[in-house]
Structure formats: structure tokens, C-alpha cells
């Protein structure tokens, strides 16, 4: 493969999670000399393993999204990974009732609720999903591919699309659409469970959420060998291009210079310079000044706005009881209590929703003795904790006892070190507060507060599930594409300002660069 000609400037990327990854592989493959500093052995951020265990996201949806990123660079995404379309997108179970399946077919859905709920309750999913379709159709240019969306572009485009506004339920709750649309309170509790893919509460989260249903009904994939493997797969084809991965790097300070950045100090004192930075980390750690005084006046808004969840993560292996799991399961608990509202309060629920990932299921292949697990329960941020301990015991009473109500087992049960909780996801990811989705998802206009690429010191760019459009690994990858055109739009600008003024020449091999990059990385 060509090796790039590093004529177009000095990047360093600060974390090589899916965001970092997703900017740093355009620029490289543009001829930018770019560094990806990472703190952790391996890249992924979020994307890491316990044990030999997925540990972060289980959900790859929005497909197009990853196989542009390979496409813009010239590359087939299923070249570098395989990928496994999953038949069933989860399997659902109550204390009294289930499993309930979904599929990635509106009708066999609406067969499947029909069969467990009757015949309202599928009359009432096919409207609930046609809304969800026309409101993720209506909010995916505008909005996830638009760099800096504001109210007025968004009022606009709601004004030329009417129907939208009844749509988006303004001014309601995800809670409030959903008991409007299902009679059934356990369909109410299933579709509101997509807000904690965002981190939040569908109790306060605004009804536009519902589309995240319709993210997922359109196709749910496995990442043979587990969704780290994505993230190794983007590294690997970055370093094939000639960008550099450092691990163990951790970066100590942003250094600036005439009112922009010029480089990164390590912890090890080293000294590195660059034309960009972008920090692919929560951006709460630059606010809280965790990387210096310079950048601590960037995304000042996630100091002022509450954090998303956090959750308890086990990843461990064992082998489960005969109950007939797939990849993805979920276990709620009674529809008649309110988990929210312990989260909310500060508390860990007493009892949970808990999300299990069989990952060894759903892949193609023999099913083994001993399996991979990984089981996800929704809790508040250290932001937000009451006086209540959150140790082992606590944990995995909340978590396995529970279980076994359902039938479910494992032998043997996971020990402490199978274990993340708040306190351990903001050591991980420093300024986070253990949130796993940044700023919560609350409110009308949350999604539009978020921090995006570009920030108020030049050379300085943000990626990441922290950053817009959110939270997710697609949203994560799509913040990267942001990022990576806000620099080659940037950098191209400089350069034709500098041949302004030095022959009055104009430029056009970037300009066409910047282009291309806007096209190519559409999905």
C-alpha cells in the first residue's frame, strides 16, 4: 500500500476509542501525519475486554455507517471483519411471562407481539413503528450527519416536514408517547428501554428517542470474535497506512501557543507537536481542566448539565442452565415498579432490567461448554450517588439472584475482578463520572447541547460518544467523520490563505480533498 506523503499536517489523536479511530483513519489515508495516543494496552476505549471478555458495546446497528468509513478509504468493511446479521434482534422475558422475540422484520415483529400481547397490542406496534421510521428518516441527514446542527436549521426543516411535528410529540416523554401508544405495560417498559442506549431515563427523556427503535429494527450485527475486533480491525488498517499507535500513553497536558494548539506533553514528560489535536475522551475532562488550563474553557456546558447512566458490567465465562438464550437478552423486571426512579434518586435499583450478552451465541458456530458473558444493569453516575455502597456483595445480589428466578444460572458465578462499576469507568475514562454516554439525554434540546468537532481554540477538535451526535458506536464513528472533515475544511483554508498571500494563487487539490471526504463518508 502507498505509504502517505505527510503533507498536510501534524495530528494527534488523544484515545483510540471508536470515535478517535473513525477520525484518525480519513486523515491518514489523506496524507495527514497522525499519532493516536492511548492510555490503555490496547485501542477500543470503550470497546475493551475483561478476561478475554467484550466488556462495552454488544449492539452493532447502523451498518453504513462503518462500511463508508472503510469505503472512503478505498477499503470493504467485511475485508476486515466479519460480520453476522443476528435473525432474532432480542429475546424478552418478565417475572410472570416470555421470552418475547424481535426481529429485524416489521411484520414478524408485529406477528411475534401479536401472538404475546393479541391483536391491539400488534396494531398499536405497526403505528408505533411507522412512527419511528418516519421520525429516524426525518432526523438522520439534519441532524446525525449535519456537523453543527442548531434549533433554527432543525425548526426549518420541522416547518418543510409538518407531519414530523405530531411525530416527535413535542414536548412529551419517551414514557408519556409509549403510554399513548401500548395498552400493554410490559411493551410500554420494552420500547422505553431504548433510552438507556443513550444513558437515559425514558421517564425524562423526550419522545424523539423512539427512533431509536427504528435504528435497531433495521438490522442488529455480531462482530465475529467480539465488537473489539472492530476497533482492532480500524487500528490495524490506520497503521497499514502509516498512522502511529502509541499505547500506554497517557496524555498529561494540551500545550497551546498563540492562541492554538501545538502539541501534548505525556506523563513520561515527552513532548509531542502537532498542527491538530483531537481529543476522543469525555470532554468533561478538558472542562474540568484534567489536561490543562488552556483547553479547560472548551465544552464548559458539561460541567452545567447532568451525566448520563453509568452501569455494573460483568464479563466473565461460564456455563449457563439449559434456558434458550440468543445474543442479545433482556430481563425485566416487574412492569409495576419504576428502576428510573431509584436511578434518578441515586440508588442502585433494587430490581433491575439486566441486559445479558451471550456472546458466544448468534456467531455461526458451535456453541462451547464454557461461555462468554456479559450482563449490563443501569445505575446512576458518581455525580449523582447517594450514601450507598456499591461493593461485590451489593452487586451481585442485585444482579444473580435475580437471574435465577428465570431460570438462569451460571457455574460458576463471576468473582469481583468480572466486575466494573461507576467508580471503575471513571478511573477507565478519567472526568467522566462513571457516565457511559456523556451528558444526559433529558430534555427537549439535550441532543443539541452536546459539544461538537470544532472547538473555541484553533487546531483543537473533540470525537467521541461525549461529543455529537452522541452516544452509541455508530454516533461515536460519526463524530470521528465530523471531526476528520472539520480539519481537512480547516487545513485547507489555511493552506489557501497562505498561497493568497504569498502569489495570490488559489488551491485547489485540498479544496477537492474536503469535498470528496464530505461525499464518500455519506451514508
Known amino acids: 500500500m502507498k505509504k502517505p506523503r505527510h503533507n498536510a499536517g501534524r495530528v494527534i489523536v488523544i484515545g483510540a476509542g471508536i470515535g478517535g479511530l473513525a477520525t484518525a483513519l480519513p486523515l ?78 416489521r411484520d414478524r415483529s ?42 433554527g436549521t432543525l425548526t426549518t426543516h420541522v416547518m418543510k416536514n409538518p407531519s414530523l411535528i405530531r411525530d416527535m410529540g413535542v414536548g412529551q416523554t419517551l414514557k408519556r408517547l409509549l403510554s399513548n401508544s401500548f395498552t400493554d405495560p410490559r411493551l410500554r417498559q420494552l420500547f422505553g428501554r431504548y433510552a438507556t442506549y443513550v444513558g437515559g431515563s425514558p421517564d425524562r427523556s423526550p419522545a424523539l428517542l423512539s427512533l431509536i427503535w427504528d435504528a435497531e429494527a433495521r438490522g442488529v450485527w455480531c462482530v465475529k ?23 500506554h500513553a497517557t496524555v498529561k497536558k494540551i500545550n497551546t501557543a498563540f492562541g492554538g494548539v501545538s502539541g501534548v506533553t505525556l506523563a513520561s514528560g515527552e513532548t509531542l507537536y502537532a498542527d491538530h489535536i483531537v481529543f476522543n475522551g469525555d470532554p468533561r475532562a478538558l472542562a474540568l481542566g ?56 441515586g440508588y442502585i435499583p433494587s430490581d ?48 444473580f439472584p435475580p437471574l435465577r428466578h428465570f431460570g438462569l444460572s451460571f457455574s460458576p458465578e463471576p468473582g469481583p475482578d468480572s466486575l466494573t462499576t461507576a467508580k471503575g469507568f471513571d478511573a477507565l475514562f478519567p472526568g467522566s463520572a462513571g457516565s457511559l454516554y456523556g451528558q444526559t439525554p433529558h430534555g ?9 468537532a470544532r472547538t473555541k481554540i484553533k487546531g483543537l477538535y473533540l ?10 458506536v455508530p454516533m461515536a464513528a460519526l463524530s470521528g467523520r465530523h471531526a476528520a472533515e472539520a ?8 493552506s489557501k490563505s497562505r498561497k493568497t498571500v504569498t502569489r495570490g494563487g488559489t488551491l485547489t487539490g485540498s479544496a477537492a480533498t474536503a469535498s470528496a471526504l464530505s461525499r464518500s463518508s455519506g451514508s
Request: with cysteine.
Open 463 to 472: 470525537a467521541g460518544g461525549g461529543t455529537h451526535p452522541g452516544a452509541g
Open 352 to 399: 433491575p432490567t439486566l441486559y445479558v450478552c451471550a456472546e458466544d451465541r448468534g456467531q455461526d458456530m458451535p456453541q462451547p461448554k464454557t461461555e462468554r458473558f456479559e450482563i449490563i444493569m443501569n445505575t446512576p453516575p458518581l455525580t449523582q450517588r447517594a450514601a450507598q455502597p456499591e461493593d461485590y456483595e451489593l452487586c451481585h445480589t442485585r444482579t
Open 487 to 494: 480539519i481537512v475544511k480547516d487545513q485547507t483554508s489555511t
Open 28 to 105: 491518514v489515508h489523506r496524507g495527514f501525519d497522525v499519532t493516536v495516543l492511548e492510555r490503555h494496552a490496547v485501542p477500543g476505549g470503550k470497546m475493551r475486554q475483561v478476561n478475554g471478555v467484550d466488556a462495552g458495546p454488544t449492539v452493532l446497528t447502523m451498518l453504513g455507517v462503518f462500511e463508508s468509513l472503510f469505503a472512503d478509504v478505498g477499503e470493504v468493511l467485511s475485508d476486515h471483519v466479519t460480520l453476522i446479521p443476528q435473525d432474532i434482534l432480542a429475546r424478552h422475558w418478565w417475572p410472570d411471562s416470555g421470552p418475547l422475540d424481535l426481529f429485524p422484520d
Open 290 to 345: 484534567l489536561l490543562g488550563e488552556a483547553p479547560s474553557k472548551t465544552a464548559t456546558i458539561t460541567k452545567k448539565r447532568a451525566r448520563s447512566h453509568s452501569a455494573n458490567v460483568w464479563s466473565f465465562q461460564a456455563t449457563p442452565s439449559n434456558i434458550p438464550l440468543v445474543h442479545h437478552n433482556v430481563f425485566f423486571c416487574d412492569p409495576s415498579k419504576n428502576e428510573f426512579a431509584e436511578i434518578e434518586r
Open 225 to 247: 470474535g467480539g465488537m473489539s475486533n472492530l476497533a482492532k480491525a480500524i487500528a490495524k488498517l490506520f497503521e497499514a497506512k502509516g498512522g502511529k499507535v502509541k499505547t
Open 110 to 151: 408485529a406477528d411475534a407481539i401479536g401472538a404475546f400481547a393479541g391483536s391491539t397490542s400488534k396494531t398499536e406496534f405497526l403505528r408505533f413503528a411507522d412512527r419511528a421510521a418516519r421520525l429516524f428518516d426525518g432526523f438522520h441527514d439534519p441532524m446525525m450527519l449535519q456537523a453543527e446542527p442548531s434549533l
Open 444 to 452: 427537549m434540546t439535550a441532543a443539541l447541547e452536546r459539544p461538537t
